[in-house]
């Protein structure tokens, strides 16, 4: 079975940067060959992805955080990070690491994930 563990969100204000990670445990080579995706739910708002990474390091990002964040992983430590840049207040939220088998494809979609962590707060002031 599948465990995420997610550490690293805080409060910072805007502009600045943060980085948070995502332990993957319950089998060695969780990171290295699933889908690993990061997603965010604010307050009333649905979930949406964020970042995800596929197996062979190509990754697809939100239009809303091209060229502010940055999805990567490290398989020898099956951790999977999101460092961002340049935050927002409107990046506000519950920030999630999903886990998403044989996907073949760095996908935003969260119906292409079944693993799920149980977030880090994020919290930018402005």
């Known amino acids: 079975q599948v465990q995420l563990v997610e550490s690293g969100g805080g409060s910072v204000q805007a502009g600045g940067s943060l980085r948070v990670s995502c332990a993957a445990f319950g089998y060695t080579y969780i990171v290295s060959t699933f889908c690993m995706g990061w997603f965010r739910q604010a307050p009333g708002k649905e979930r949406e992805g964020v970042a995800a990474?596929?197996?062979?390091?190509?990754?697809s990002y939100a239009d809303s955080v091209k060229g502010r964040f940055t999805i990567s992983k490290d398989n020898t430590k099956n951790t999977l990070y999101l460092e961002m840049n340049s935050l927002k207040p409107e990046d506000t939220a519950m920030y999630y690491c999903?886990?998403?088998?044989?996907?073949?494809?760095?996908?935003?979609?969260?119906?292409?994930?079944?693993?799920w962590g149980q977030g880090t707060q994020v919290t930018v002031s402005s």
């Open positions: 990474i596929d197996s062979d390091g190509s990754t």
């Open positions: 999903a886990a998403g088998p044989g996907l073949g494809s760095a996908s935003l979609a969260l119906q292409d994930y079944n693993s």
